[in-house]
Every structure is written in C-alpha cells, then in structure tokens.
C-alpha cells in the first residue's frame, strides 16, 4: 500500500469522525434537555401542571426545539380560557425559536393526547386554534 493511499484512509477516517463525534454531542445535548425538563416537573408543587408541561417539553425537544417554555404556556393559557393570550404565547415561542413551519410544533404536541380521554377534545381545539393562528404569526414572521 503507498503512503498516499494510507494517508488518505486516515484522513477519511479522521473527517468520518468528526461526524460521528458531531451526532453524538447532540444526542447527548438533547439528552440532558430532556433530564433537565423532568428534574423540573419532578421538583414542581403542581404536579399535574408539572407533568403536562414535562410531557410538552419532552416532545419538542425530540424535534430539538430550544425554548419549550412559551408553547406549554400558550395551552395553560388556553385552558384558562385566554385564547388571544395562547396565540401570543404561541408565536412567541415560534419567533425564539426561529422557527417558519408550526407542523413542527403541532406535530410533536399532537402526541401527546396521553394525558387522558377528558383532555382529548380540549387538545384538539387547541392545535386546531394554534396552527389557525400560526398562519397568521407566520406572515408576520416572514415580513420581518
């Protein structure tokens, strides 16, 4: 084998490394975003608040969204009956997060309709507002 055959095996490697180190740091970074979102609802007094919320953080940081904050927000405000506040809430987290498509957000809050049979229909008029708002935030959004 020549040493320019050599040195290029170990320079492809070195590179093919450097990629697998790259995947590795953001599995564990979204790792301990989500040990981070439990550490927070396991030492939370509300712990159906806190368990709701974790379940929310949890998913969005599956599609590595940073700031789950102001989307668990935006449903507590909601619940509460504030649905102009929801929205605000919601595009909030939309801008922090840079983010254009809220399929990504509804999406991952859509699974979670494990919080009960009683809260199904409540979540589903939630989505259903948000991504109706979410239009509206994504136009302003892009004329920015």
């Given at each position: 084998?020549?040493?320019?055959?050599?040195?290029?095996?170990?320079?492809?490697?070195?590179?093919?490394?450097?990629?697998?180190?790259?995947?590795?740091?953001?599995?564990?970074?979204?790792?301990?975003?989500?040990?981070?979102?439990?550490?927070?609802?396991?030492?939370?007094?509300?712990?159906?608040?806190?368990?709701l919320?974790?379940?929310i953080?949890?998913?969005?940081?599956?599609?590595?969204?940073?700031?789950?904050?102001?989307?668990?927000?935006?449903?507590?405000?909601?619940?509460?009956?504030?649905?102009?506040?929801?929205?605000?809430?919601?595009?909030?987290?939309?801008?922090?997060?840079?983010?254009?498509?809220?399929?990504?957000?509804?999406?991952?809050?859509?699974?979670?309709?494990?919080?009960?049979?009683r809260?199904?229909?409540?979540?589903?008029?939630?989505?259903?507002?948000?991504?109706?708002?979410?239009?509206?935030?994504?136009?302003?959004?892009?004329?920015?």
């Amino acid at each position: 084998m020549s040493t320019r055959s050599l040195a290029l095996i170990l320079a492809g490697l070195f590179l093919f490394s450097g990629c697998i180190v790259s995947s590795t740091k953001r599995k564990v970074r979204a790792g301990r975003r989500i040990a981070a979102h439990i550490h927070t609802a396991a030492t939370a007094k509300d712990r159906k608040t806190a368990t709701l919320e974790a379940a929310i953080a949890i998913a969005l940081s599956a599609k590595e969204v940073k700031e789950t904050r102001p989307f668990s927000e935006a449903f507590f405000r909601y619940r509460d009956g504030d649905s102009a506040g929801a929205a605000t809430a919601f595009c909030q987290g939309m801008m922090r997060n840079k983010i254009k498509n809220p399929a990504i957000v509804l999406g991952a809050m859509a699974a979670i309709t494990l919080v009960g049979e009683r809260n199904q229909l409540q979540w589903k008029r939630f989505l259903n507002l948000m991504l109706y708002e979410s239009k509206r935030c994504a136009r302003h959004y892009i004329r920015e």
